[in-house]
């Protein structure tokens, strides 16, 4: 018996949990889906493609239960307990409404399936490898980087509290966090699995919406499995898709939004100016980056204006969408103002020792010379360095594609729709450009840049499409693609092996997170800690991993007295010197403090307690 | 439908898209399958050379 039971948790190690997470994802994203068709019914919005409406569902189904958690923590109301009952309420109640779309739903799956058949019997099995692993990924606990460090450890902050309160020791504590709402719930259930299977979903979800943009702007469905494939393939896709990122999401209520503004401007019907409006909002709510849907709908706006012989209606509609986009994001702005004085991520004193104010480019004493090359020079040089030279963060790249196949579009006749999606591309990369200029004299992460990969994907395979009248060119460019694909799926492999490994042995979660984070055994030395002193981790990386009370380091002493106080008062017994990017400075954290004990210590990774009254 | 064009305009975005492309790759591979000295040293000599 003992040996069955055994054997039984050993076949349910993390396969059980990541099934449950399935299930209990799948069950979330019809429950946005329900939510958004019972609004679209209700408010007679009606979208003929079946697969836009599954889409513009599933956004303002996640909108809505986005914003009512945002409104639940503002009122300190988001308890665990109150979450779920919510959910499984709502749930109940639009059980109907699911039920009613069902034969729609089974109708948009045989769709995408019959796509995915004709694309061929290589592509379309690349396909779906290519998606499974994807989805497998998406049931491991989370272990990337910004995930741990502020996605999910805020998030969990605040479900412990109820709700919102200035996370004064995280710097990114006051981004715009939509997404994270939605992860709330994952950790309400008390399973982080759900928050990398809701980012997966979200990701099927762009990936429809990558192929729409085939069908309704490229006017050519078959477009679909080739860019879908060159978008899951691009460098800055696999780090992203299957993490607790938001940068997807924020891609995807872009797309959404241009969708939207665009059947706006041909029906002039106010009801699309709303779903346009909503959709920029829940972009803004998103990430700070997702400001820049205003510009995106601003030029597409502009375009149409000029255009049109119902000016007025235009202008009036590009009112509502910017008034309703602003008033949805605005909570967030209004919170990250009233806690940090700003509304972009502060440099806490004692981060990481770098240079952030150092400049790309050559460093000169004239001033007029030093801003024509850092601006002028870096702006003609864009397209190059952001596909051939690794950027900030996880020195990603563009990739070859866009600047190898992109400017042969220059040589076909690009019809309207097509030309909409490369001004909402250059306008984006443009806003992108001028944030690094003004902000981010460093540099910019290629992820913030994933809408314009988005479309660039459709484009992509839309471009080569056209060049029928140079098959030896074209054969080129589809190899050139072939090769990328291959590569991307080689790199997928290969960065992943732990997951694919922790998967096919069935890892316990322990064993896989210690198997891909180095400090994860002195963190589970960190959370048996009993006495409840306050744990000060050196950086905020990991945070969320951390179960016990804990204060990051957040702020300099001019002396050791000064310090002594601090930590007194804040009942600090122990320091975690958990610096991932340099491990040879952790085990002399806090060099200030000589009566300092190492009581764990891990692949350069260290637990300190720390004597107050020998200082 | 294809605009009119010059061809030399072509041949010339032909010839950056193959040389964008050669170079891109070679960058890719050094980066994510660095297991080539030959190709690590040739990064290091282009990262010198831009």
Redesign the interface.
């Known amino acids: 018996m003992v040996s069955l039971w055994k054997f039984y948790h050993k076949v349910t190690a993390m396969a059980l949990q990541g099934f449950l997470s399935f299930i209990a994802t799948t069950a979330l994203f019809l429950l946005f889906y329900g939510m958004g068709s019972f609004f679209l019914r209700k408010t007679h919005v009606r979208f003929d493609d079946p697969l836009l409406h599954f889409c513009i569902s599933i956004g303002l189904g996640l909108g809505a239960i986005g914003n009512a958690i945002m409104a639940a923590c503002f009122f300190q109301l988001a308890h665990p307990l109150i979450i779920r009952l919510a959910l499984a309420s709502l749930f109940v109640a639009v059980v109907p409404e699911i039920r009613r779309q069902k034969n729609e739903l089974i109708g948009i799956g045989k769709s995408l399936l019959s796509l995915i058949k004709s694309s061929g019997f290589l592509v379309g099995s690349g396909l779906i490898v290519l998606v499974v692993g994807y989805l497998c990924l998406g049931l491991l606990p989370p272990t990337d980087f910004d995930g741990l460090m502020y996605h999910l450890a805020v998030v969990k902050l605040w479900l412990a509290h109820g709700g919102f309160f200035s996370v004064y020791f995280n710097p990114q504590a006051d981004f715009p966090m939509l997404t994270e709402m939605i992860y709330m719930i994952g950790l309400a259930f008390g399973n982080d699995i759900i928050c990398k299977s809701i980012s997966f979903g979200l990701g099927i979800v762009l990936l429809c919406a990558i192929a729409l943009v085939c069908k309704t702007y490229c006017g050519n469905k078959r477009l679909a499995v080739p860019a879908v494939l060159v978008f899951l393939t691009f460098?800055n896709t696999i780090a992203n898709m299957s993490d607790c990122n938001v940068d997807i999401a924020q891609a995807l209520w872009t797309l959404l939004a241009v969708f939207c503004l665009d059947l706006f401007i041909e029906s002039h019907k106010r009801r699309y100016a709303l779903c346009t409006g909503f959709f920029a909002g829940m972009a803004m709510q998103t990430k700070i980056f997702g400001i820049f849907v205003l510009v995106i709908l601003f030029v597409q706006g502009i375009m149409a204006w000029k255009g049109s012989v119902d000016r007025k209606k235009i202008l009036q509609g590009l009112v509502i969408i910017g008034s309703i986009a602003v008033f949805c994001g605005l909570p967030w702005y209004v919170k990250s103002f009233l806690n940090k004085a700003t509304i972009l991520s502060m440099n806490s004193d004692v981060l990481i020792e770098h240079d952030f104010n150092s400049p790309l480019g050559i460093e000169t004493h004239n001033t007029f010379i030093f801003l024509l090359i850092n601006t002028v020079g870096r702006v003609v040089s864009s397209f190059?360095s952001f596909?051939?030279?690794?950027r900030q963060h996880r020195?990603d790249?563009f990739?070859?594609l866009l600047?190898?196949?992109l400017?042969?579009a220059?040589?076909?006749?690009i019809p309207r729709k097509v030309k909409t999606l490369f001004v909402c591309a250059v306008a984006y990369f443009a806003s992108v450009l001028v944030m690094e200029m003004a902000f981010l004299q460093s540099g910019s992460s290629i992820r913030y840049s994933t809408f314009v990969m988005v479309v660039a994907a459709p484009l992509i395979a839309w471009t080569i499409s056209?060049?029928s009248?140079?098959p030896r060119?074209k054969k080129?460019?589809q190899t050139?693609v072939v090769?990328?694909v291959l590569?991307g799926t080689?790199?997928f492999a290969?960065?992943y092996h732990h997951e694919w490994k922790a998967i096919a042995t069935n890892m316990s979660r322990d064993a896989y997170m210690a198997s891909v984070l180095p400090e994860y055994s002195v963190i589970q030395a960190v959370n048996s800690l009993k006495d409840n002193a306050v744990v000060m981790p050196i950086y905020n990386f990991s945070n969320y991993l951390i179960d016990v009370p804990y204060i990051t380091a957040y702020r300099n002493y001019a002396t050791v007295q000064e310090l002594k106080k601090d930590f007194q008062e804040k009942n600090i017994r122990y320091i975690f010197a958990n610096n991932t990017l340099d491990t040879s400075a952790n085990a002399n954290a806090f060099p200030q403090i000589d009566n300092k004990k190492c009581i764990a210590s891990a692949n350069g990774f260290y637990l300190f307690k720390v004597c107050l009254d020998d200082f | 439908?294809?605009?009119k064009?010059s061809k030399l305009v072509?041949n010339a975005?032909?010839v950056?898209?193959?040389a964008?492309?050669c170079?891109?790759?070679m960058?890719?591979?050094a980066?994510?399958?660095p297991y080539g000295n030959f190709i690590t040293r040739l990064q290091q000599w282009l990262y010198r050379v831009?």
């Open positions: 460098t190059w596909t051939l030279f690794l020195a790249s990739g070859p600047l190898v196949i400017p042969f220059c040589f076909v006749k056209q060049l009248e140079y060119l080129m460019l050139m090769v990328m590569l080689a790199l290969k960065r | 439908m294809m605009k064009h072509l975005i032909a950056h898209s193959v964008i492309f170079l891109s790759l960058l890719f591979v980066k994510w399958f831009f």
